[in-house]
């Protein structure tokens, strides 16, 4: 998995490329927890991620409990496949998704 950070501000957007699964989530926890001090708007494009597991949720859930203290989250460009995903698992009604 590939992410990218664009810092604007107190905006920060994460783009996600590839698998959010067991072996990647770790990164992406590491990633949230050192880049979120500050940060007010957190994006997630999701529009390159294949494949998110239970793991790549609960980064997802994490971060957005910390969003919720100190400003907000979406989760962006989300395909068929992992608004699925969210759907079933009813992430769809905690995260923020346009």
């Known amino acids: 998995m590939t992410i990218n950070k664009e810092t604007n501000g107190q905006e920060l957007k994460i783009l996600l490329e590839g698998r959010l699964d067991t072996t ?4 992406l926890e590491s990633e949230c927890k050192a880049s979120l001090d500050g940060v007010t708007d957190l994006t997630f494009d999701l529009e390159k991620l294949d494949y998110i597991s239970s793991a790549g949720l609960r ?21 068929e496949t992992l ?6 698992t009813g992430f769809s009604d905690i995260l923020t998704i346009e």
């Open 24 to 27: 990647t989530a770790p990164e």
């Open 59 to 79: 980064v997802l859930l994490s971060a957005q409990k910390t969003m919720n203290k100190q400003g907000s989250m979406k989760l962006i460009h989300v395909s």
């Open 83 to 88: 608004m699925e995903i969210f759907e079933v």
